[in-house]
């Protein structure tokens, strides 16, 4: 058989000629190809030789397949019985016995580290097949691996997402990698083999850095808008370069189609977020309104007087005009300057740094806790608006173990 020739075989063609030729032209030949391996495995145009016990000793589905073909209708070719794996592609099949054979071997699993895009890919393979084929070991290491970046924790999520509010990006996932990551892709994957405990964190990152004229490919009319001032002092942070793009924004980019399982979700969270932040700016505004307590800081005018006059005793706090202008500030930032999603907006939140000469420190620590409340319910209701009616005590979002 020509080298070319191969490449015009029509899908599924290369069985029956394996078949009719009883030999494995070496272009068909992809790796893994183990000399010494006892059967070939048969999909599309590429075929791959390996051992049996491997794969019956970890896949439920290729040791029911395998038990089969001791019928004696089975091809054998150098001596190896041909068994055809119609529902794995070339690569991901590759990707997925490279890992069984690493796990035998004790060596480092292809593409776990998740550094580069290939490293995605070789994943995104491995896990689809192990699903397939019901191979635990590979399917619990390949989601383990997806769970570093796509936690199922608020502690975890805020190692991965860390508040960018410094001239220089502390070190995270996204931004030490040199490739960027797909967003939809994730949650499509995650969808499709069933790794439910990502999908919550992957649709939380959709959300805060996509658009929906992103995920959807609706290119929204364009508005010209002076640029904006700098932030002024009074401003609680101050921009990182690094930010994630405003989800405002709708510009082109290389898109993958969003599954429609999670599009309404998409939609849901975009506006469960809009108004967990207008609440969260309510609760703000009327902190302090009936505060009669003097500030943490007395003015050091507050305790003098003129001489023969009577002592000038401090005056009440202002800790509702301080919250109402704080709430003022933070909507002027998020609508004007710099929108981010939720998430990072409740960042922006945490910076407001207090001042003592206007604000008691029980109305302040008060504005800390119903911000931290705020960022804690919106990590608990997370699952629950994608439809995970028991939230994070669902099953399916349980988070994966590895045994060592």
Same mark, same amino acid.
């Given at each position: 058989?020509?080298?070319?020739?191969?490449?015009?075989? !029509? !899908?599924?063609?290369?069985?029956?000629?394996?078949?009719?030729?009883?030999?494995?032209?070496?272009?068909?030949?992809?790796?893994?190809?183990?000399?010494?391996?006892?059967?070939?495995?048969?999909?599309?145009?590429?075929?791959?030789?390996?051992?049996?016990?491997?794969?019956?000793?970890?896949?439920?589905?290729?040791?029911?397949?395998?038990?089969?073909?001791?019928?004696?209708?089975?091809?054998?070719?150098?001596?190896? !019985?041909?068994?055809?794996?119609?529902?794995?592609?070339?690569?991901?099949?590759?990707?997925?016995?490279?890992? &069984?054979?690493?796990?035998?071997?004790?060596?480092?699993?292809?593409?776990?580290?998740?550094?580069?895009?290939?490293?995605?890919?070789?994943?995104?393979?491995?896990?689809?097949?192990?699903?397939?084929?019901?191979?635990?070991?590979?399917?619990?290491?390949?989601?383990?691996?997806?769970?570093?970046?796509?936690?199922?924790?608020?502690?975890?999520?805020?190692?991965?997402?860390?508040?960018?509010?410094?001239?220089?990006?502390?070190?995270?996932? @996204?931004?030490?990698?040199?490739?960027?990551?797909?967003?939809?892709?994730?949650?499509? &994957?995650?969808?499709?083999?069933?790794?439910?405990?990502?999908?919550?964190?992957?649709?939380?990152? &959709?959300?805060?850095?996509?658009?929906?004229?992103?995920?959807?490919?609706?290119?929204?009319?364009?508005?010209?808008?002076?640029?904006?001032?700098?932030?002024?002092?009074?401003?609680?942070?101050?921009?990182? !370069?690094?930010?994630?793009?405003?989800?405002?924004?709708?510009?082109?980019?290389?898109?993958?189609?969003?599954?429609?399982?999670?599009?309404?979700?998409?939609? &849901?969270?975009?506006?469960?977020?809009?108004?967990?932040?207008?609440?969260?700016?309510?609760?703000?505004?009327?902190?302090?309104?009936?505060?009669?307590?003097?500030?943490?800081?007395?003015?050091?005018?507050?305790?003098?007087?003129?001489?023969?006059?009577?002592?000038?005793?401090?005056?009440?706090?202002?800790?509702?005009?301080?919250?109402?202008?704080?709430?003022?500030?933070?909507?002027?930032?998020?609508?004007?300057?710099?929108?981010?999603?939720?998430?990072?907006?409740?960042?922006?939140?945490?910076?407001?740094?207090?001042?003592?000469?206007?604000?008691?420190?029980?109305?302040?620590?008060?504005?800390?806790?119903?911000?931290?409340?705020?960022?804690?319910?919106?990590?608990?209701?997370?699952?629950?608006?994608?439809?995970?009616?028991?939230?994070?005590?669902?099953?399916?979002?349980?988070?994966?173990?590895? @045994?060592?």
């Amino acid at each position: 058989m020509a080298p070319h020739t191969l490449q015009y075989l !029509p !899908p599924g063609q290369l069985a029956r000629y394996i078949s009719n030729k009883h030999v494995v032209p070496p272009q068909a030949r992809s790796t893994p190809w183990l000399d010494d391996g006892n059967i070939i495995l048969i999909t599309d145009k590429k075929a791959f030789k390996f051992y049996k016990r491997t794969l019956t000793s970890h896949s439920e589905e290729f040791q029911k397949k395998i038990e089969i073909m001791n019928d004696g209708n089975t091809d054998v070719v150098e001596n190896c !019985p041909v068994l055809e794996v119609p529902f794995a592609s070339p690569v991901d099949l590759g990707h997925f016995l490279a890992a &069984l054979h690493n796990l035998e071997t004790h060596t480092p699993l292809p593409g776990f580290s998740l550094a580069t895009l290939d490293d995605f890919r070789a994943l995104e393979g491995i896990l689809r097949v192990a699903t397939l084929t019901k191979t635990p070991v590979l399917r619990t290491r390949a989601i383990a691996a997806l769970q570093v970046r796509y936690p199922t924790t608020l502690a975890g999520w805020d190692i991965v997402r860390p508040p960018r509010r410094l001239p220089t990006p502390p070190p995270s996932f @996204d931004e030490d990698q040199d490739w960027e990551w797909d967003r939809t892709l994730i949650v499509n &994957l995650a969808r499709e083999v069933e790794a439910f405990s990502v999908l919550p964190a992957a649709m939380a990152m &959709l959300t805060e850095d996509c658009s929906a004229g992103e995920v959807f490919g609706v290119r929204l009319p364009s508005i010209t808008s002076p640029v904006s001032p700098p932030l002024s002092p009074m401003s609680p942070v101050t921009p990182s !370069p690094f930010s994630p793009m405003s989800p405002n924004a709708s510009l082109p980019r290389q898109r993958t189609d969003l599954n429609a399982a999670d599009a309404p979700s998409f939609a &849901l969270l975009k506006e469960y977020e809009h108004r967990s932040l207008v609440s969260l700016l309510l609760t703000i505004r009327s902190l302090g309104s009936t505060c009669i307590r003097p500030p943490e800081v007395i003015p050091r005018k507050a305790g003098l007087a003129p001489v023969g006059s009577s002592l000038l005793l401090p005056g009440p706090s202002q800790c509702s005009g301080f919250f109402k202008e704080t709430a003022a500030r933070l909507l002027e930032i998020q609508v004007l300057e710099n929108p981010v999603g939720y998430a990072q907006f409740l960042w922006y939140v945490l910076a407001v740094r207090q001042d003592r000469q206007r604000t008691c420190k029980y109305c302040w620590r008060e504005f800390s806790h119903k911000c931290n409340e705020a960022r804690e319910k919106w990590w608990e209701e997370l699952p629950v608006v994608l439809k995970f009616e028991q939230g994070w005590a669902d099953e399916r979002l349980r988070s994966v173990e590895v @045994d060592a």
